[in-house]
């Protein structure tokens, strides 16, 4: 557990400077009230009513997460199996080949059915 | 030994916290004043690039301009607007800062040195599985992002937001690829044992294609230009922190320079030896001891920092369709292969099927096939925009949907004024909900 | 440190998973209650891993990581699904189906 | 605390040389082959053109699962061994399960790639994205596209479910069972008709089956707790297996048997057992229904393997344990699946509580850990599985104006005299439900009442017998509907289906009675094939 | 073994007509009735022959076939007959013929005999499907009588049910589904207890030094000689199982319930099958398997079981009295007839047994022919109501004085077929329970009272409006009827044309049961536990 003592000491020096930053912030400056001031900020036309969040996302950004979701796996296997590469020799490789191209052929599949594309 | 700087506290707190109290610290300074300087380095490097002169008033050559806008922001008013869901607007910017100062700590900025009597690295900590962590932790700074645009409860910030976290993740892929050939070739993930694995050879020439991966994913991942899209001013009226004011901004700023500062860091630890001399200097003996690597460490740093800002001095920003094609559809089949070409190097030579006069030509050789891939690629995607035949443009209406409207690109405008019809202004056709053509989806 | 109270909290996760799934109505938030619940099951298997001295139970974490991805794949292109169609993830909404 | 990955690196590269394990692809290759294939799928979806990719999958599905069963066949001698480092046991009760479920795959997948019945579309939505009843759905309709991605996903969990039964450890089984269920929850919400009914299904599915598989996680967390192994059994003294620790009675018993109720909870989920079932009716109602056909006889078979595997072979030390367990939820499924059915008004919920029903039956072949009562559960689970996937082919066939399947059991009225060959197709799969003699349940049932009793449980018998005679009653509703009423003046019409399904349904039909008549030879074969790799 | 087969091809005969049947095209369905009055005739031959080949010296079983059908189970295709089923036998194959050309109509385009309205919805039934069904019928009566394995008697004996629920279910009278379902319901649920006590005997085999059989020769043999022995409350469980399944069948009070509705909306061909054949099936499977299987219980459960049959009589007899529905009437009489069947069986007197052999055949025939003079009545009127005819006899003398005949040997006229059997189990009954004798005795009384009235009721009298211009017995119609007369006639006279055949078949069956009586396993011993058992 020792090992994580520094960056616990170097977060809480960060935190303390964060929090303090954004504290004092609020209190040093001015507070003079204007409720177009306080509106969302929408290029100074009337904001479009709407629900915290926007309402609906375009469907894209969770299909790019869903592929990120992916890869992010391959990488999870392919960490490990690079740092002990030498150990693994050719069985290694060979797997990994296997495994990649497995991959591969699902990227290609979204690939090709147009998941990549961003209108 | 007594000191007078320690003598003061009490003798039981043992070495090892105090030397990692001051490292810590020390830490967190650096990262303080390099964003000053950097923000100060990028006005400068950018006016001498446009020909102009930069901030020179505050301090020596303007170098205390940043601390004067910082403080210029704690005197702004701190707006919380009325749609922001008002907690986690304000834990946005800590989620985005603290993460940030944290993802240094396991960089090495140099060898073992003796501080006080006592030798210890020029590293906070060394994990062992450093840069994973690295990795972790940076992706938390993306949560502030989200969640920055998300709680303001507008428009822009969200989308910019939405963006962002779109373009982080799409780029950590490369970026965490171009990580496993250094793995592979350095047999862990300490970053402290990557250094020492470079001592022999930099990465960035052994991996040169690994390297170039990183250092263009790394610009993404900081949303720097050329990919600053979701901060673009001209769409999106800065991004996630439009809403944001006062030292909440100034949160988010200093949060994406460091982040710049620790990306670079990462790239001279990865690929360009970290706090290893570079060759010339690298044959005084010297050289790779005691305090001095801290400073080549500092140069490359600030090389890197260099590059951040000449990119964006000199390219312009990327469409954002352009942007996420040339990473999925770039930046990582070519990384994943080039991992594989990379593992089969190496086992080749493990084996001892391989030696240097082999090496070279067969790498050439897979190195020109990538090349032609590539640019395969790109001739097909291109010749398939060619083939594409342009989009039949509806006839023009001036008063198409009830407003009068310009032409659109293919339209023209009736030469002379003429009575306006009507009729036809009932009939117009909807656009196609999906955005594709019939024919453009039937070849998917 | 003692291994027993990683295993406590896992089973204080697990629980807080399994109560949000049943308590809970966004499907979304059933879903993340779900993968809280993976997870605790991660931190169970690599307590016993170090417990035991062996490798499996961090390999099965490893697993499990791969698995709860592929079910956020689909689980989210399911939900979005519905969501897009009824315009609300409530479970409760998706009630044509009540016996 | 050094981290995961250190330890595990360190273990690898420095302190033990790492030895290659022998992976014995001729062993693996059913599975192999149905893997390899739907990763072809995929890649058909990518590149071939879209009027050709309906031919192809389906060709491809079917050649990849008569591979699959021409590799069980030859690997029918095999000795029973472990392959794999120990991940898949090789033995004859595995071989059994995998031919079974890639017969009854095969004639699923007919009834699945029917596209007769809809005047050239499938049963499945023209574009699974699409919002229902938006424009975009209309154009992919009227375009005419078919999600063939259905078949891909089908053979993927078809992979899966040949690798759970398999499995002998329960990493495998946890991965073969995420394997096997995920892509069925996508399939379930691509019903063309319907839509959201399905996705509702979907959804519903995907929610509970996410909830169960986190049980089974926790519960092998447990387990491997106990045992420090995730193997089921290991006869390496040096690396011994949960079988071995329950043996020996390695720690204190808290951990093993709440990792035998976590565990168990997330299988009988699987099976559809009560209290568990709650998926089960309305997966089955929204699901498209040559998918529900599929996955109910499918899955059914390949969860009561892998049951079978973690009780018989895993936790067979502690029997006294579980199965008073597996008693009471044997009795609750049948009479919770007897009475619900009753209620029923949609033949599709009607089966799925038959279905709820029928797993009460096969559970009581798990009290005992005999060969005799493994061999009337492989007995079983083909003959009900293939009754099954036909009685779900006879529903796909009745339809509504608009095409819209006729399920509501009012619409099936005089189906008897408008359509007598589907009607007596049908009659002859719900007289097997209700377990008539001379169809193949009777005998199932007959041997599994016989094993229940033969290990002391005549309870179990007589819930059993109680239950199917409710059973009976709601399988009659039915017939009576449909011999002994008169058909609506704007009833139902009847598809002509294609070869395709024709033939399934005459196989299935056949296979039925025959397996009443003369069930000794499939007898012998589930008899010879009760062999665990232990 | 006998070399020639010649039981499974009595069975098996009826099967080709159906195949026969099945392969005809469409517009040839009317073929069918020819072909299944030829099948059936054929069966009659065969049956004949079976009688023939059967020597009444001989061992007890005799003309026996084994085949290996599933030998996991040890279960075989085995048949043979004993001097009961082969006289069960010949009245199934007398019986059908007749059925088949009784029924010559039932499919026909408007209607059965039950629905002379013709409602338009009503419109076409299979011909092909009824006689078929009729057919497969056949086969399953004379394999269940003929089976030998009990598994193979299981499979059978659930199996009739089928084509007896579409037969009732598909060309019944208006309720005809409510009657089909209850009757299938019943009957499958005393099944499925039989299927539990099936399996339960199988396994108390295996565990017995017999080994795992399903041969009702071995085990009846083994229980008798003491090798399989089982618990006593398993025994009585067992009997339960067994007896409760043929007490459904066979409708015993308070099992009885769907008799009446199946008889009175199922055709009277059907109805003749359903209650002249496929409910002796229960009354014959429980003298040969309740008593010889499990003759401890058998012991125990008697005084039960004859209290139940007593109630079966009278009540059987007394609501046959209140009828107004004909086909409900004679299913009433069934009932009380059924009870004195089982009074016999259960007498466990040599006599007994031979009365309530005997009694099933003439129970059959005579029934059989009521249910077909009704029919015939109905089909002429279109109302099965009694108030709906009056002086018959002076319209259509024949058909009055055959029913006349009939009802006599009904209510066991001596001179009769019915009189000598009924005369049987009375005295076998009173020689061992005469309170049950006396009390079934008086049966006999309500019997004459329900047979004559329902008589004076219908046939004479001044003639009603309805009944004018009633056609008297057609030619076909009296080739069905005739037989069953001339054979009620011949059977009153010579019983012994039969009971040669059942005598040696049962005369060890009380033995039987008293041995084993005093075997060490005592009754009494148990009665502690299972004493809720006897019920009085």
Redesign the interface.
């Known amino acids: 557990m020792d090992t994580y003592v520094p960056i616990l000491a170097l977060g809480l020096i960060a935190a303390a400077f964060a929090i303090f930053s954004v504290v004092i912030g609020s209190l040093t400056g001015p507070k003079r009230y204007n409720r177009a001031k306080l509106d969302s900020y929408e290029c100074g036309i009337e904001p479009t009513p709407q629900p915290v969040g926007g309402g609906r996302f375009p469907v894209k950004y969770y299909l790019t997460a869903m592929l990120f979701i992916v890869f992010d796996i391959e990488i999870v296997f392919l960490y490990p199996w690079a740092v002990a590469f030498d150990a693994l020799g050719w069985f290694g490789l060979a797997e990994m080949v296997l495994f990649v191209l497995t991959v591969l052929v699902a990227y290609a599949y979204v690939w090709r059915r147009g998941g990549l594309d961003w209108d | 030994m007594t000191n007078w700087f320690l003598g003061s506290f009490d003798t039981h707190i043992p070495w090892w ?1 105090i030397l ?2 001051i ?3 020390a ?2 300074a650096i990262l ?1 004043v390099l964003t000053l300087f950097n923000i100060w380095y990028e006005r400068r490097v950018v006016s001498f690039m446009q020909m102009r002169i930069g901030p020179n008033r505050v301090g020596p050559q303007g170098l205390l301009q940043s601390l004067a806008d910082g403080v210029k ?13 008002k907690p986690v607007f ?1 834990i946005a ?2 989620l985005s ?2 993460p ?3 993802a ?2 396991v960089i090495p900025w140099g060898p073992a040195v003796s501080i006080f009597g006592h030798w210890t690295t020029l590293q ?2 060394d ?3 450093g840069v ?1 962590y690295v990795l972790a932790i940076s992706s938390i700074g993306i949560y502030g992002i989200v969640l920055a645009g ?7 910030p ?1 989308l910019g937001a ?1 963006r962002s ?2 373009q982080m ?2 780029y ?2 490369a970026m ?2 171009s ?3 250094v ?2 070739y350095a ?3 300490s970053p402290s044992g990557i250094v020492n694995a470079q001592q022999h050879g930099w990465y960035f020439y052994m991996l040169p294609l690994s390297a170039i991966i990183y250092i263009i994913a790394m610009v993404g991942e900081t949303n720097r230009a050329p990919f600053d899209l979701p901060e673009a001013e001209g769409e999106l ?1 800065g991004g996630f922190h ?2 944001y004011s ?3 901004f ?2 988010f700023f200093l949060a994406e320079y460091i982040n710049l500062v620790t990306v670079s860091a990462l790239a001279v630890t990865m690929f360009f030896g970290g706090w290893r001399a570079p060759v010339p200097i690298s044959l005084w003996s010297g050289a790779n001891s005691g305090w001095y690597p801290m400073l080549w460490f500092m140069i490359k740093l600030l090389i890197f920092v260099f590059v951040f800002i000449w990119l964006r001095g000199t390219l312009p920003r990327l469409r ?2 352009q942007f ?2 040339f990473g ?2 770039v930046l ?2 070519v990384s ?1 292969l080039w ?2 070409v990379v ?2 190097f ?2 080749l030579r ?2 001892g099927d391989l030696d240097r006069a082999h090496a070279v030509p067969i790498g050439i050789g897979i190195a020109a096939v990538f090349l032609l891939l590539v640019v395969a690629l790109e001739v097909r995607e291109r010749n398939q925009i060619r083939r594409t035949p342009p989009p039949t443009v509806p006839d023009y209406e001036p008063l198409a949907g009830g407003f009068p409207v310009p032409p659109m690109p293919g339209q023209s405008a009736p030469a002379v004024p003429r009575r306006p019809q009507f009729a036809r202004t009932a009939a117009a056709p ?1 656009p ?5 053509t ?1 024919e453009e ?4 | 440190m003692n291994p027993d109270s990683y295993l406590y909290l896992s089973a204080i996760l697990f629980s807080l998973g399994a109560l949000g799934v049943l308590i809970r109505r966004d499907a979304i938030v059933v879903f993340m209650c779900i993968e809280l619940m993976l997870n605790a099951a991660n931190l169970a298997f690599v307590t016993f891993s170090r417990m035991h001295g062996r490798l499996d139970g961090q390999i099965f974490a490893f697993f499990t990581m791969v698995v709860a991805a592929a079910e956020v794949v689909v689980g989210l292109a399911i939900i979005i699904t519905v969501f897009r169609t009824r315009r609300s993830a409530s479970v409760d909404d998706a009630n044509l189906l009540k016996y | 605390m050094p981290s995961i990955l250190a330890a595990s690196t360190a273990a690898a590269s420095n302190t033990a040389p790492f030895t290659a394990p022998h992976v014995e692809w001729g062993k693996l290759s059913p599975m192999l082959i149905v893997l390899g294939a739907a990763t072809m799928g995929v890649l058909v979806e990518a590149f071939a053109p879209r009027a050709a990719r309906y031919r192809l999958q389906v060709g491809l599905t079917l050649l990849a699962l008569a591979a699959a069963f021409a590799a069980v066949i030859a690997l029918h001698d095999t000795p029973t061994s472990v392959a794999a480092a120990g991940a898949v046991a090789v033995d004859k009760t595995t071989l059994f399960f995998q031919g079974t479920i890639l017969a009854i795959s095969f004639i699923a997948v007919l009834v699945i790639a029917e596209r007769r019945t809809e005047g050239g579309q499938d049963a499945f939505a023209a574009q699974g994205g699409s919002v229902p009843g938006s424009q975009q759905e209309r154009e992919a309709v009227r375009a005419g596209w078919l999600t063939t991605e259905v078949y891909p996903l089908v053979l993927f969990s078809i992979g899966g479910m040949l690798l759970f039964p398999a499995a002998n450890d329960l990493l495998t089984m946890f991965v073969a069972l995420e394997v096997l269920s995920l892509p069925l929850y996508l399939v379930c919400g691509l019903a063309r008709h319907r839509r959201l009914l399905s996705q509702e299904a979907a959804l519903k599915y995907f929610l509970l089956g996410a909830f169960s598989s986190a049980f089974f996680l926790y519960g092998a967390a447990l387990l491997y707790g106990y045992a420090g192994s995730v193997q089921l059994s290991n006869s390496d003294p040096h690396n011994p297996g949960i079988a071995q620790a329950v043996a020996a009675h390695a720690h204190g018993p808290a951990l093993l048997y709440t990792g035998i109720a976590l565990l168990g909870m997330g299988l009988l989920f699987k099976v559809g057992a009560a209290p568990f079932h709650m998926w089960t009716p309305d997966v089955y109602e929204g699901a498209p229904t040559p998918i529900t056909g599929f996955m109910s006889a499918a899955t059914k078979i390949a969860a009561f393997g892998a049951l079978v595997r973690v009780l018989d072979v895993g936790l067979a030390g502690s029997v006294d344990v579980w199965r008073p367990v597996i008693e009471i939820v044997a009795i609750l499924t049948m009479v919770v699946g007897g009475i619900l059915a009753l209620t029923q008004r949609n033949v599709k919920r009607m089966l799925a509580y038959s279905a709820i029903l029928n797993a009460g039956y096969i559970i009581m072949a798990l009290v005992s850990t005999g060969h005799d009562a493994l061999a009337s559960l492989l007995f079983f689970l083909p003959t009900y599985g293939i009754a099954l996937v036909g009685s779900f082919a006879v529903v796909t066939l009745v339809r509504d104006a608009g095409g819209v399947e006729a399920t509501d059991l009012s619409r099936w009225a005089g189906l008897g005299k408008s359509a007598p060959i589907p009607a007596t197709l049908m009659s002859i799969f719900l007289l097997a439900f209700a377990g008539i003699p001379f169809t193949s349940i009777f005998v199932g049932k007959f041997a599994v009442f016989q094993a229940a009793l033969a290990a002391g449980a005549p309870q179990l018998v007589i819930v059993a017998v109680l239950a199917s005679a409710v059973a009976a009653f709601f399988y009659l509703r039915v017939i009576v509907v449909m011999f002994f009423s008169d058909p609506m003046p704007d009833g139902p019409t009847i598809a002509n289906p294609s070869i395709a399904v024709k033939t399934a349904l005459a196989v299935s039909a056949l296979v039925t009675v025959a397996m009443g008549v003369a069930p000794a030879a499939l007898l012998h074969l589930s008899n010879a094939a009760a062999v665990l790799a232990r | 073994m006998s070399a020639f087969p010649y039981l499974s091809t009595t069975i098996g005969t009826p099967l080709l007509g159906v195949a026969a049947i099945a392969v005809l095209p469409k517009e040839r369905a009317a073929l069918a009735r020819p072909i299944a009055l030829l099948a059936s005739l054929v069966a009659l031959g065969f049956a004949i022959a079976d009688a023939v080949a059967f020597k009444t010296g001989g061992p007890r079983f005799q003309l026996s076939e084994s085949y290996a059908w599933i030998p996991t189970f040890h279960v075989n295709y085995s048949v043979a007959v004993d001097g009961v089923a082969l006289v069960l036998i010949l009245m199934t194959a007398v019986l059908v013929p007749v059925v088949i050309l009784a029924s010559w109509h039932d499919a026909d385009a408007r209607g059965g005999a039950l629905t002379p309205q013709g409602s338009p919805a009503e419109s076409k039934r299979s011909v092909r499907g009824l006689f078929a069904q009729l057919l497969a019928l056949e086969t399953l009566m004379l394999g269940v009588f003929a089976a030998t394995d009990i598994f193979l008697f299981y499979v059978i004996f659930e199996a009739t049910l089928i084509p007896a629920y579409f037969l009732i279910g598909s060309y019944g009278g208006a309720r005809r589904s409510y009657a089909a379902v209850k009757f299938l319901l019943y009957n499958l649920l005393g099944g499925l207890l039989m299927l539990a006590a099936v399996i339960g005997l199988y396994v108390a085999s295996t565990h017995s030094p017999v080994g795992a059989a399903f041969s009702f020769q071995t085990l009846s043999k083994a229980v008798g000689d003491g090798s399989l022995t089982m618990a006593g409350s398993t025994e009585k469980w067992l009997f339960l199982g067994f007896f409760i399944a043929f007490a459904v069948k066979a409708p015993m009070w308070p099992f009885h319930t769907w008799l009446p509705d199946a008889a009175s909306e199922a055709t009277p061909g059907t109805a003749v099958l359903l209650v002249g054949v496929l409910d002796k099936i229960g009354t014959f499977g429980m003298l040969r398997f309740c008593l010889e299987l499990f003759p401890h219980a058998s012991h125990y459960f008697t005084p039960l079981v004859l209290v139940l049959a007593v109630i079966s009589t009278i009540y059987g007899a007394l609501l046959a009295i209140g009828q107004t529905d004909m086909m409900r009437l004679i299913a009433y009489t069934s009932v009380s007839h059924f009870g004195l069947i089982t009074i016999g069986v259960f007498a466990l007197t040599a006599r007994g047994e031979v009365g309530a052999t005997l009694y099933m055949v003439n129970h059959g025939l005579s029934t059989g022919a009521l249910f077909l003079l009704a029919g015939f009545m109905i089909s002429r009127r279109g109302s099965k109501s009694i108030d709906a005819f009056g002086g018959v006899q002076k319209v259509a003398p024949l058909l009055a004085g055959t029913f006349l005949a009939v009802g006599l040997s009904s209510l066991a006229l001596p001179g009769l077929s019915s009189f000598v059997s009924e005369f049987l189990v009375l005295v076998g009954a009173f020689e061992k329970y005469p309170v049950a004798a006396i009390f079934g005795t008086t049966a006999i009384v309500l019997a004459a009272l329900y047979i004559l009235w329902w008589y004076q009721r219908t046939m004479t009298g001044p003639v009603a409006s309805s009944v004018e211009g009633f056609k008297d017995l057609n030619r076909r119609e009296l080739a069905v009827i005739g037989p069953l007369v001339a054979l009620i006639v011949v059977l009153g006279f010579v019983p012994s044309i039969l009971t040669n055949f059942i005598n040696p078949a049962v005369s060890q069956i009380p033995a039987h049961v008293q041995i084993t009586q005093q075997a060490p396993h005592s009754v009494a011993q148990d009665s502690a536990t299972q004493g809720n058992g006897s019920g009085q």
């Open positions: 916290f990692v109290v490292k810590a610290v830490a967190f303080v922001l704690a005197l702004k008013e701190d707006i919380v607007p009325t749609n922001a869901d304000w910017p800590l800062a603290i940030a100062f944290l240094i700590a906070l900590v994990l062992p599985v994973l998300w709680s303001s409860g507008s428009t822009y969200l939405l976290s779109a993740i799409s950590e892929v965490g690829l990580f496993a050939g793995f592979l047999g862990t993930m009226v439009t809403e006062s030292l909440k100034a949160l954002y369709d996420m094609a999925w559809k990582i089949p994943v991992l594989l593992a089969l190496r086992q493990n084996a909807a196609a909900l999906n955005g594709t019939a989806a039937s070849t998917r």
